[in-house]
């Protein structure tokens, strides 16, 4: 049986209460979002813990109904934001506006990155917060999904996304968004410009202290997810692109080793063939256009990853803190 243990006593006094603000980044699903604040808000109340939701738009095919958020009687969460994009960028992106128009305008001691699905449950959002105060403040926590429930064939190429990512980049990444940054380390991330292709391997790239805590994953409020076998290799090309230029030194290094082997089997068949009978006529200078030709190809490839290395550090960028503000179309105060 899976458990997560709270203890009432981390947080103490009313005037002592954690302000935590939560970014949730929604594509359409405004009745997910209304159900999320409900649950929340029973939970921060009893915590003690005062909110801020900043819900970001990312370009929905319909505006959520007003009405959808009326007479809701919240009391934990005391003000509720949207920040509308003017195009569609994706998950990962919206959730990088968020944390530089967070940093930018909001002040707490916590920003919490969750989904609005019921994926991200309310419980561990507790849990979270618990750990960060546990930390003094010092380190991003991240929520590492020790159950999953997708399909066999969906875990198998998620075993085989983190396998390798390893082996690229020589980091582990078995999180996904659902984490909490003190709010003292957020002007740090918010101009990581990795961030701008995939959260956690930002992070990760950052260097910021982080570490994780157990979860398990929640049920859907409605619908199902849109993550399929195209998002998930698009999410993971995303998480390996950040540590480019690891990734091209590595290559490199592997191509310089295949260079060299197929060098030694060249001098290999041609002293066969000048200090023994054993050569096939014909079959030396065979092996050997065959060898030259591949080392030229590796020779080649070599280079592309020498100028991907290059290209890397040269590139400064999407800066967040910089450069958020041209995909915003408006804030919307809900209440």
């Given at each position: 049986m899976f458990n997560i243990e709270f203890h009432d006593n981390f947080i103490s006094t009313e005037d002592n209460s954690q302000e935590v603000i939560f970014i949730i980044p929604v594509f359409n699903d405004w009745k997910s979002v209304r159900k999320l604040l409900e649950d929340l808000d029973t939970l921060l109340t009893r915590y003690k813990i005062l909110a801020s939701i900043l819900v970001v738009d990312d370009a929905s095919n319909f505006p959520e109904e007003q009405r959808l958020f009326d007479n809701m009687g919240l009391r934990a969460i005391?003000?509720?934001?949207?920040?509308?994009?003017?195009?569609?960028?994706?998950?990962?992106?919206?959730?990088?506006?968020?944390?530089a128009y967070t940093e930018a305008f909001y002040s707490g001691d916590m920003v919490l990155v969750m989904d609005a699905d019921g994926e991200d449950t309310p419980q561990d959002c507790?849990?979270?917060?618990?750990?960060?105060?546990?930390?003094?403040?010092?380190?991003?926590?991240?929520?590492?999904?020790?159950?999953?429930?997708?399909?066999?064939?969906?875990?198998?190429?998620?075993?085989?996304?983190?396998?390798?990512?390893?082996?690229?980049?020589?980091?582990?990444?078995?999180?996904?968004?659902?984490?909490?940054?003190?709010?003292?380390?957020?002007?740090?991330?918010?101009?990581?410009?990795?961030?701008?292709?995939?959260?956690?391997?930002?992070?990760?790239?950052?260097?910021?202290?982080?570490?994780?805590?157990?979860?398990r994953r929640g049920t859907r409020y409605y619908g199902k997810s849109q993550m399929n076998f195209t998002s998930l290799i698009t999410h993971g090309l995303s998480a390996?692109?950040?540590?480019?230029?690891?990734?091209?030194?590595?290559?490199?290094?592997?191509?310089?080793?295949?260079?060299?082997?197929?060098?030694?089997?060249?001098?290999i068949v041609v002293g066969i063939r000048l200090t023994t009978n054993l050569a096939i006529p014909g079959w030396t200078s065979y092996i050997v256009t065959i060898l030259l030709s591949l080392i030229l190809q590796v020779f080649m490839i070599a280079l592309s990853?020498?100028?991907?290395?290059?290209?890397?550090?040269?590139?400064i960028g999407f800066i967040p803190s910089r450069d958020y503000s041209y995909f915003i179309l408006s804030v919307e105060d809900i209440f």
């Open positions: 005391k003000n509720f934001k949207i920040l509308r994009l003017k195009r569609n960028i994706g998950h990962q992106r919206a959730i990088t506006i968020g944390l507790i849990a979270l917060i618990q750990k960060c105060v546990e930390n003094d403040y010092r380190k991003i926590i991240f929520a590492r999904r020790s159950q999953r429930s997708e399909s066999f064939l969906f875990k198998l190429f998620y075993r085989a996304y983190y396998t390798t990512y390893h082996l690229l980049t020589g980091f582990d990444i078995r999180v996904g968004n659902f984490s909490i940054i003190p709010f003292n380390l957020l002007h740090r991330l918010v101009v990581v410009s990795e961030l701008w292709n995939h959260y956690a391997a930002g992070v990760l790239k950052s260097k910021l202290m982080n570490d994780d805590i157990n979860t390996i692109s950040v540590h480019g230029e690891i990734v091209g030194v590595r290559l490199l290094i592997v191509s310089c080793m295949m260079i060299c082997l197929m060098i030694i089997a060249i001098l990853f020498i100028f991907l290395v290059l290209v890397g550090r040269n590139n």
